[in-house]
C-alpha cells in the first residue's frame, strides 16, 4: 500500500477528531480558567466548585454542536468507506 495514502487517512481522521472534539475541549478550558481566577479572587480553594460549570458547560456546547459533530464523522466514515475499495483494489 502506497504510504502516502496511509498519511492521508491519519491526518483526515486526526482533523476529524480536532473538530468533533475542539469545541468541548475549548469551552471546558474558558469555563476551567475563568473559575480558577474566580478561586483564586475569593481564596475559596473547593475542588468541586469547578467540576459542575465545566459539566454544565460541556454539556450545553456537546448538545448544541451535536448536529454539526455528527454531520463530521459521518462525511468522515462515508469517506472512509469509498476510499477502502479503492485502497484494496491497489493491493490487488
Do not use: C, H
Request: cysteine-free; proline content about 3%.
Amino acid at each position: 500500500m502506497n504510504e502516502l495514502v496511509v498519511v492521508q487517512i491519519g491526518r483526515e481522521a486526526l482533523k476529524a477528531a480536532l473538530y468533533v472534539a475542539g469545541p468541548a475541549l475549548i469551552v471546558s478550558m474558558v469555563v476551567g480558567l475563568s473559575i480558577s481566577l474566580f478561586q483564586v479572587v475569593t481564596s475559596l480553594q473547593d475542588q468541586t466548585v469547578a467540576f459542575v460549570p465545566k459539566v454544565l458547560a460541556v454539556m450545553t456546547v456537546i448538545v448544541l454542536a451535536f448536529p454539526w459533530m455528527v454531520k463530521i464523522l459521518t462525511q468522515f466514515t462515508a469517506k472512509m468507506f469509498t476510499e477502502f475499495n479503492e485502497v484494496t483494489r491497489m493491493l490487488i
